[in-house]
C-alpha cells in the first residue's frame, strides 16, 4: 500500500521560510515524477513545483526564484524549501507522484497517481 505523507507546514509572518517534506512509501518510484500542489479556501488546486528522477525541475510562475524543490531518490523524498513568503501563499500544500512518467509535462494533476492528505501553510502579513 503506497503512503504519502507531508511535514513542515505551519503560520509564519510575510518574508518568512518553511520547508516541506514528503515521504512516499510502498513501492519504487525510481521513474517518477514528484511535485507539490496547492489549493487555498475556494479556488483550484494549482501546480506548485515538480521535480524528475533526474533532477529535471518545473515551477508555476508565481514560485519561481523563492521556491527550490529537490528530493533525495534513496529515501524517496521531495523536499520544498520555501523563501520570501507572501500572504498570497497561504493554501494547503500537497504532495503528489506520478509514478510512471507520461511525457506530458509535471503540472496536469491528473497525471499524478498518489497524493498526500495535505499540509497547512499559513502566512501572516
Known amino acids: 500500500q503506497v503512503q504519502v505523507v507531508e511535514s513542515g507546514g505551519g503560520l509564519v509572518q510575510a518574508g518568512g521560510s518553511l520547508s516541506l517534506s514528503c515521504a512516499a512509501s510502498?513501492?519504487?518510484?525510481?521513474?517518477?515524477?514528484m511535485g507539490w500542489f496547492r489549493q487555498a479556501p475556494g479556488k483550484e488546486r494549482d501546480f506548485v513545483a515538480a521535480i524528475s528522477w533526474s533532477d529535471s525541475t518545473d515551477y508555476a510562475q508565481s514560485v519561481k526564484g523563492r521556491f527550490t524543490i529537490s528530493r533525495d531518490n534513496a529515501k524517496n523524498t521531495v523536499y520544498l524549501q520555501m523563501n520570501s513568503l507572501e500572504p498570497e501563499d497561504t493554501a494547503v500544500y500537497y504532495c503528489?507522484?506520478?509514478?510512471?512518467?507520461?511525457?506530458?509535462?509535471?503540472?496536469?494533476?491528473?497525471?499524478?497517481?498518489?497524493w498526500g492528505q495535505g499540509t497547512q501553510v499559513t502566512i501572516s502579513s
Open positions: 503528489a507522484i506520478d509514478h510512471i512518467y507520461s511525457g506530458r509535462g509535471f503540472r496536469n494533476p491528473y497525471d499524478y497517481d498518489y
Open positions: 510502498g513501492r519504487t518510484f525510481s521513474r517518477s515524477i
